[in-house]
């Protein structure tokens, strides 16, 4: 899976959780969950847990505690997934 595909599936997890939509539609690797997508600390958790199931990784909490911004969420996955 490379870089695109793994950023088209991380969208496709996100969107339900998201409040913002026009931040949604802007989103880039800059993009935080939280400041700019309203994502609140309870669905990042959930955003989390699906990323696990899609990608078939683990993410331990020290990796977790990164994940806020699209950019560190993709290296995570990218980390993880190889």
């Known amino acids: 899976m490379n870089q695109a ?3 088209e599936a991380l969208r496709r997890i996100i969107k339900p959780y998201v409040t913002d939509e026009e ?3 802007n989103l880039t690797e800059e993009t935080d969950f939280i400041k ?3 994502i609140n600390s309870a669905h990042l958790v959930d955003i989390i847990l699906d990323v696990e199931d ?5 993410i331990e909490d020290e990796a977790m505690e990164k994940m806020l911004t699209v ?4 290296s995570v996955i990218e980390e993880k997934a190889g």
């Open 71 to 74: 950019k560190a969420a993709l």
């Open 23 to 25: 931040a949604f539609g």
């Open 5 to 7: 595909e793994r950023l």
């Open 54 to 58: 899609e990608f078939d990784i683990e």
């Open 36 to 38: 700019d997508l309203k």
